[in-house]
């Protein structure tokens, strides 16, 4: 099918993601409007006015009532989703890079850039039933050492977690102590995106390095490598089959203005378990900097370094793509 | 303050210090280095000595720096010994002395033998007693063509990526099979000699040889930064140039080193004009010199190899412009002297006979025209010549089994046009009649491309300045149609003759080569380098396109030596982005791409040419079917073992996988009251699904009517 594409940013995207229900797409960009979108028809809900800077994360509670953004003016926002009104904002010293809920809703953490003499540092804070109660308290602040944290989310049942790093590490913490639990460096280059797997067990990190990978939550031993040619900002699994979507492209800088052909801007489809590349979608005239899966496996969505979102509806010669090899009969319904 | 050394005398009388004086001793500098001995000389009396003496001073002057000169005479006969000693102020000049003079004809009887006063002391000093040279125990060279022993009839291919160079098998879409590999192989490129024996490596020393099925080093050719290389065809010779130097006694600056392969031997060195080393690299030679040895603003090769390797040519273009015939293995010029052509511009020798080509232009002053000169060697004799006019450009071109030489003209018909024409010289017909093909006069062609040993050629026409025409020419067999009445042995005209038939034209964008197949009828085309790197394949039998396909900024193409395969490839060396490769079956079915990092360098290894006699290829050609058929069954068995290995693999994965998640599902599955207390749901109702009933009504349309009352009525 025709993708959707969705033009509302006049800047390159630095995140997409659906609500827990798929009806809704939240995008920020490096503009300073996240915006929201029904994801069926690429209509855009409305805008979340009140950021200063590039905005380069977000995240939104499971009920999609409180949307969190993070930004480079040094500020993290708590926004209403129906409404659109800032409801809290927390004061930072440093550019925010990652927020994210965790399980249940009733904290979050957001990271702080290592600029200006201050450290990298993850905060964890509470978030409030009602946000007039919202107070500008923090559970905990770990400070990392090392190289500075590019991404992170809250691991299984909240009990760590996980960031990326700028030199390839992806390191556990545990949010109450703060202390580290454990670190490898799988990557050779900056991760650029890490996604859970929707049990938690395991989950696909990307990198500059130009390759992503499926790794164990709890050992973070590489179950799966995916190589490519190109560096890869985002890789994401199907909730429904065992795929993954890697997308990047030539770094906007090194990306030479003669041809569209040697760049690579592809969203490329990769199987989980044999590693085979099974098809790849082209479309983007930038780099895809980073990708989403709707919860029920049946679209996605890529956003572009052109400042596109390109929502694709998968057709069903997809679904009905299938190797002899595999039996879905033997694997365990969650 | 008590000392805890024991003072110990020594007398240093009783130390042998010999073993450190060996060690340190520096040779002492001969003081005579700068005299030669002057023999032959006439004898003469007191009267005449001055005379003489001046005399052979005189032949020095041009060297200039005689210190002294002394003519020892005999008392008893009162007459000069027939010799002279003469000092120079620097050893240079007594060896440019030596040079110049010995075996000078002073006159009809007297030849001068000038020595260095060195040499004849160590001459003098000849021990009495013979004492036999020490004979090398042999040792076994290892078997230089045992890759062609394989029994599935593969090709092996160097690459280079990175620091690694490494020689592999090539195994269709499989990966290839390692063969020898090793790190820092070459500082350079690599090249393999023209029948596969050898594998040559570039260092900053010099050439190293390799071969033999371990790859062990065969050979090494000294010479300083050596950047291009060329092996004789039946590879007992090499060439070598280096853009260092190699200061000759002489004072001369030598850049070429001719060398022989089995003893190592330098058999002679050669100087390269200034203007020859200035000039641009026509790229004619650019396939092989790929790499750092690219940037060399040289036409390579400088000297041309006969297809025997019993003469090496040079040319020194320019009024007094020569083509100089060296034999070997005496490296001595053929006949001793170079053969003057003036003005020549460009020569090649024939593929298969001794037979050089050469053109030279129209002058500016007198009314000659440009000429193509076929000249058998080591003969001289003159087999044709053409004459033609107005010409601004012209290019050999042999087809590979010497059977046409095609001239490609350029000429002007005014002054700012210029048209283009091929003057076909038939090598194996009587008096070589020359069929003349004219093209377009806007075409300008930029390429010819003959199919190897076969009668077509491929032509690239640039019309304008983005209309690229590619033509395919056949050359008629001979018509055997008798001279024309009235002249006797009438040279042939091209109107008797077949001529050259036009087969195809095609209008394509972004192609700049064509490459036939080793063994004919298929022909790629290709964009590289510059363009975008289009790559489709012909069969020219039936001229029908075989497929079509591309590899991005594709830099060089090559077929196997079998005509089996054709690699494509991106050298990193020119494009930093995405080097690698791709094997193509010649029918133009992608078989295998490879990405790799640092990718440099990929050459397929030559293969002599086939043992079998003319009759035994052709009998494999009758019997095609019945030999493929047993190729058919080891390929189809190859294939299975291959699907089952694959599909083995895939259900290993598979099971891991399953059995992966079943563990994960089990701590999901005891985790679950956990989770559930976070998100605040009741454990015991099903967590996940949670119905909402919701009733739509949906108002379609209000209609309001008033009833008048009195319908009821």
Same mark, same amino acid.
């Given at each position: 099918?025709?993708?959707?594409?969705?033009?509302?940013?006049?800047?390159?995207?630095?995140?997409?993601?659906?609500?827990?229900?798929?009806?809704?797409?939240?995008?920020?960009?490096?503009?300073?409007?996240?915006?929201?979108?029904?994801?069926?028809?690429?209509?855009?809900?409305?805008?979340?006015?009140?950021?200063?800077?590039?905005?380069?994360?977000?995240?939104?509670?499971?009920?999609?009532?409180?949307?969190?953004?993070?930004?480079?003016?040094?500020?993290?926002?708590?926004?209403?989703?129906?409404?659109?009104?800032?409801?809290?904002?927390?004061?930072?010293?440093?550019?925010?890079?990652?927020?994210?809920?965790?399980?249940?809703?009733?904290?979050?953490?957001?990271?702080?850039?290592?600029?200006?003499?201050?450290?990298?540092?993850?905060?964890?804070?509470?978030?409030?039933?009602?946000?007039?109660?919202?107070?500008?308290?923090?559970?905990?602040?770990?400070?990392?050492?090392?190289?500075?944290?590019?991404?992170?989310?809250?691991?299984?049942?909240?009990?760590?977690?996980?960031?990326?790093?700028?030199?390839?590490?992806?390191?556990?913490?545990?949010?109450?102590?703060?202390?580290?639990?454990?670190?490898?460096?799988?990557?050779?280059?900056?991760?650029?995106?890490?996604?859970?797997?929707?049990?938690?067990?395991?989950?696909?990190?990307?990198?500059?390095?130009?390759?992503?990978?499926?790794?164990?939550?709890?050992?973070?031993?590489?179950?799966?490598?995916?190589?490519?040619?190109?560096?890869?900002?985002?890789?994401?699994?199907?909730?429904?089959?065992?795929?993954?979507?890697?997308?990047?492209?030539?770094?906007?800088?090194?990306?030479?203005?003669?041809?569209?052909?040697?760049?690579?801007?592809?969203?490329?489809?990769?199987?989980?378990?044999?590693?085979?590349?099974?098809?790849?979608?082209?479309?983007?005239?930038?780099?895809?900097?980073?990708?989403?899966?709707?919860?029920?496996?049946?679209?996605?969505?890529?956003?572009?370094?052109?400042?596109?979102?390109?929502?694709?509806?998968?057709?069903?010669?997809?679904?009905?793509?299938?190797?002899?090899?595999?039996?879905?009969?033997?694997?365990?319904?969650? | 303050?008590?000392?805890?050394?024991?003072?110990?005398?020594?007398?240093?009388?009783?130390?042998?210090?010999?073993? !450190?004086?060996?060690?340190?001793?520096?040779?002492?500098?001969?003081?005579?280095?700068?005299?030669?001995?002057?023999?032959?000389?006439?004898?003469?009396?007191?009267?005449?000595?001055?005379?003489?003496?001046?005399?052979?001073?005189?032949?020095?002057?041009?060297?200039?720096?005689?210190?002294?000169?002394?003519?020892?005479?005999?008392?008893?006969?009162?007459?000069?010994?027939?010799?002279?000693?003469?000092?120079?102020?620097?050893?240079?000049?007594?060896?440019?002395?030596?040079?110049?003079?010995?075996?000078?004809?002073?006159?009809?009887?007297?030849?001068?033998?000038?020595?260095?006063?060195?040499?004849?002391?160590?001459?003098?000093?000849?021990?009495?007693?013979?004492?036999?040279?020490?004979?090398?125990?042999?040792?076994?060279?290892?078997?230089?063509?045992?890759?062609?022993?394989?029994?599935?009839?593969?090709?092996?291919?160097?690459?280079?990526?990175? %620091?690694?160079?490494?020689?592999?098998?090539?195994?269709?879409?499989?990966?290839?099979?390692?063969?020898?590999?090793?790190?820092?192989?070459?500082?350079?490129?690599?090249?393999?000699?023209?029948?596969?024996?050898?594998?040559?490596?570039?260092?900053?020393?010099? !050439?190293?040889?390799?071969?033999?099925?371990?790859?062990?080093?065969?050979?090494?050719?000294?010479?300083?930064?050596?950047?291009?290389?060329?092996?004789?065809?039946?590879?007992?010779?090499?060439?070598?140039?280096?853009?260092?130097?190699?200061?000759?006694?002489?004072?001369?600056?030598?850049?070429?080193?001719?060398?022989?392969?089995?003893?190592?031997?330098?058999?002679?060195?050669?100087?390269?004009?200034?203007?020859?080393? %200035?000039?641009?690299?026509?790229?004619?030679?650019?396939?092989?010199?790929?790499?750092?040895?690219?940037?060399?603003?040289?036409?390579?090769?400088?000297?041309?190899?006969?297809?025997?390797?019993?003469?090496?040519?040079?040319?020194?273009?320019?009024?007094?412009?020569?083509?100089?015939?060296?034999?070997?293995?005496?490296?001595?010029?053929?006949?001793?002297?170079?053969?003057?052509?003036?003005?020549?511009?460009?020569?090649?020798?024939?593929?298969?006979?001794?037979?050089?080509?050469?053109?030279?232009?129209?002058?500016?002053?007198?009314?000659?025209?440009?000429?193509?000169?076929?000249?058998?060697?080591?003969?001289?004799?003159?087999?044709?010549?053409?004459?033609?006019?107005?010409?601004?450009?012209?290019?050999?071109?042999?087809?590979? #089994?010497?059977?046409?030489?095609?001239?490609?003209?350029?000429?002007?018909?005014?002054?700012?046009?210029?048209?283009?024409?091929?003057?076909?010289?038939?090598?194996?017909?009587?008096?070589?009649?020359?069929?003349?093909? %004219?093209?377009?006069?806007?075409?300008?062609?930029?390429?010819?491309?003959?199919?190897?040993?076969?009668?077509?050629?491929?032509?690239?026409?640039?019309?304008?300045?983005?209309?690229?025409?590619?033509?395919?020419?056949?050359?008629?067999?001979?018509?055997?149609?008798?001279?024309?009445?009235?002249?006797?042995?009438?040279?042939?005209?091209?109107?008797?003759?077949?001529?050259?038939?036009?087969?195809?034209?095609?209008?394509?964008?972004?192609?700049?080569?064509?490459?036939?197949?080793?063994?004919?009828?298929?022909?790629?085309?290709?964009?590289?380098?510059?363009?975008?790197?289009?790559?489709?394949?012909?069969?020219?039998?039936?001229?029908?396109?075989?497929?079509?396909?591309?590899?991005?900024?594709?830099?060089?193409?090559?077929?196997?030596?079998?005509?089996?395969?054709?690699?494509?490839?991106?050298?990193?060396?020119?494009?930093?982005?995405?080097?690698?490769?791709?094997?193509?079956?010649?029918?133009?079915?992608?078989? #295998?791409?490879?990405? !790799?990092?640092?990718?440099?360098?990929?050459?397929?290894?030559?293969?002599?040419?086939?043992?079998?006699?003319?009759?035994?290829?052709?009998?494999?050609?009758?019997?095609?079917?019945?030999?493929?058929?047993?190729?058919?069954?080891?390929?189809?068995?190859?294939?299975?073992?291959?699907?089952? #290995?694959?599909?083995?693999?895939?259900?290993?994965?598979?099971?891991?996988?399953?059995?992966?998640?079943?563990?994960?599902?089990?701590?999901?599955?005891?985790?679950?009251?956990?989770?559930?207390? !976070?998100?605040?749901?009741?454990?015991?109702?099903?967590?996940?699904?949670?119905?909402?009933?919701?009733?739509?009504?949906?108002?379609?349309?209000?209609?309001? %009517?008033?009833?008048?009352?009195?319908?009821?009525?």
């Amino acid at each position: 099918m025709r993708p959707i594409l969705l033009h509302g940013h006049q800047r390159s995207l630095t995140r997409i993601r659906y609500n827990t229900a798929g009806d809704l797409l939240f995008s920020a960009s490096k503009d300073n409007k996240p915006c929201v979108w029904f994801s069926a028809n690429g209509e855009r809900l409305g805008t979340f006015n009140g950021h200063n800077g590039t905005v380069w994360d977000l995240d939104v509670t499971a009920n999609s009532r409180y949307l969190l953004t993070g930004s480079a003016d040094n500020t993290c926002k708590l926004w209403e989703v129906e409404t659109g009104k800032c409801v809290y904002t927390w004061e930072t010293k440093t550019a925010v890079r990652a927020v994210s809920f965790a399980l249940g809703d009733e904290k979050a953490l957001f990271i702080t850039d290592a600029t200006m003499g201050h450290q990298s540092t993850i905060h964890i804070v509470p978030i409030e039933a009602d946000p007039e109660d919202q107070t500008s308290d923090i559970l905990k602040s770990i400070i990392i050492t090392g190289a500075k944290a590019t991404v992170a989310v809250w691991g299984n049942l909240n009990r760590t977690i996980i960031t990326g790093h700028e030199d390839g590490t992806v390191t556990e913490w545990n949010p109450d102590t703060g202390a580290k639990i454990k670190s490898a460096k799988n990557h050779e280059k900056a991760i650029t995106d890490i996604q859970l797997s929707a049990d938690k067990s395991y989950f696909m990190s990307s990198s500059k390095d130009q390759s992503a990978f499926l790794t164990d939550t709890k050992t973070l031993k590489v179950l799966k490598k995916f190589v490519t040619e190109r560096p890869v900002n985002s890789a994401i699994l199907s909730p429904i089959r065992p795929h993954v979507i890697l997308g990047g492209g030539q770094d906007a800088m090194d990306v030479t203005t003669t041809s569209l052909r040697g760049n690579k801007f592809e969203s490329r489809f990769y199987h989980a378990v044999f590693e085979d590349e099974i098809g790849r979608i082209k479309g983007h005239f930038g780099p895809i900097n980073t990708l989403a899966f709707h919860p029920n496996g049946r679209s996605f969505s890529s956003g572009g370094e052109d400042g596109f979102i390109r929502v694709h509806h998968l057709d069903d010669d997809y679904f009905d793509f299938k190797y002899d090899e595999e039996n879905f009969d033997d694997l365990p319904q969650f | 303050m008590p000392s805890s050394k024991k003072e110990v005398e020594i007398d240093e009388s009783q130390i042998d210090f010999s073993d !450190i004086y060996a060690h340190f001793s520096v040779p002492a500098p001969s003081k005579f280095d700068t005299v030669i001995v002057v023999d032959g000389a006439p004898l003469v009396g007191v009267d005449k000595e001055v005379k003489l003496i001046n005399k052979i001073k005189s032949l020095f002057k041009n060297i200039g720096g005689i210190k002294n000169a002394e003519m020892p005479m005999d008392p008893e006969t009162g007459k000069s010994k027939g010799y002279l000693f003469i000092e120079f102020e620097t050893p240079a000049q007594a060896s440019a002395a030596i040079l110049a003079c010995n075996n000078f004809k002073l006159d009809i009887t007297h030849t001068l033998s000038v020595n260095a006063f060195d040499d004849i002391e160590s001459f003098a000093n000849v021990p009495e007693t013979y004492a036999p040279p020490v004979i090398e125990p042999f040792t076994e060279k290892p078997h230089l063509r045992s890759w062609l022993k394989d029994e599935q009839a593969r090709d092996q291919f160097v690459l280079m990526k990175g %620091e690694d160079t490494a020689i592999h098998w090539n195994n269709k879409s499989e990966a290839p099979d390692l063969v020898h590999s090793r790190k820092h192989w070459s500082d350079m490129y690599v090249a393999w000699s023209p029948k596969g024996s050898y594998l040559a490596t570039f260092h900053k020393q010099g !050439i190293a040889l390799w071969g033999g099925p371990e790859f062990e080093k065969i050979a090494r050719f000294a010479h300083a930064n050596v950047k291009l290389i060329d092996f004789s065809p039946d590879e007992k010779y090499l060439v070598t140039w280096s853009h260092d130097p190699l200061l000759m006694p002489t004072g001369e600056h030598h850049h070429i080193i001719v060398w022989d392969i089995l003893s190592g031997r330098q058999l002679r060195s050669f100087p390269v004009s200034a203007s020859a080393m %200035e000039k641009q690299d026509l790229g004619k030679a650019a396939p092989t010199i790929a790499g750092p040895g690219a940037t060399v603003k040289i036409d390579w090769p400088f000297f041309k190899w006969s297809y025997d390797s019993k003469y090496i040519a040079r040319i020194t273009p320019g009024p007094d412009g020569a083509i100089s015939v060296y034999e070997t293995p005496g490296m001595g010029l053929l006949d001793k002297k170079s053969i003057k052509i003036e003005n020549v511009k460009a020569f090649e020798w024939s593929p298969t006979e001794n037979v050089i080509s050469y053109w030279t232009p129209e002058p500016e002053v007198g009314n000659i025209p440009a000429r193509v000169t076929l000249m058998k060697l080591p003969q001289r004799e003159i087999v044709r010549t053409k004459n033609l006019f107005n010409v601004v450009n012209a290019q050999l071109a042999w087809q590979s #089994a010497g059977k046409y030489l095609l001239v490609r003209v350029e000429r002007s018909t005014s002054k700012t046009q210029r048209s283009h024409n091929l003057e076909i010289f038939r090598m194996k017909e009587k008096d070589v009649p020359v069929d003349v093909v %004219e093209l377009k006069p806007t075409e300008n062609v930029t390429g010819v491309f003959w199919e190897p040993n076969g009668d077509r050629f491929a032509l690239i026409g640039l019309e304008g300045t983005a209309k690229i025409n590619i033509h395919f020419y056949e050359m008629n067999a001979v018509a055997a149609a008798a001279p024309p009445a009235g002249k006797k042995n009438g040279p042939a005209v091209s109107a008797i003759l077949g001529g050259a038939k036009l087969l195809k034209t095609l209008d394509r964008k972004g192609i700049n080569q064509v490459v036939w197949s080793p063994k004919g009828r298929i022909a790629v085309l290709a964009g590289v380098r510059a363009f975008q790197g289009d790559i489709e394949f012909w069969d020219i039998d039936d001229l029908t396109m075989l497929a079509a396909g591309d590899h991005y900024t594709c830099t060089d193409l090559e077929w196997d030596p079998t005509g089996r395969y054709l690699m494509s490839s991106v050298s990193w060396w020119r494009v930093q982005q995405d080097p690698g490769f791709t094997l193509w079956s010649c029918v133009g079915t992608e078989l #295998a791409k490879q990405s !790799i990092p640092m990718f440099k360098q990929i050459l397929w290894r030559p293969r002599p040419p086939t043992p079998l006699t003319i009759e035994e290829q052709k009998s494999v050609k009758k019997n095609f079917k019945e030999i493929s058929k047993q190729f058919d069954i080891v390929d189809a068995k190859e294939n299975t073992k291959l699907d089952k #290995a694959v599909v083995e693999k895939r259900r290993g994965l598979w099971s891991e996988w399953v059995s992966y998640r079943r563990r994960c599902y089990e701590d999901w599955l005891k985790e679950s009251d956990l989770r559930n207390e !976070i998100l605040g749901i009741d454990g015991t109702s099903d967590s996940r699904t949670q119905e909402i009933e919701e009733y739509v009504d949906e108002v379609i349309e209000e209609i309001e %009517e008033v009833v008048p009352d009195n319908e009821y009525d």
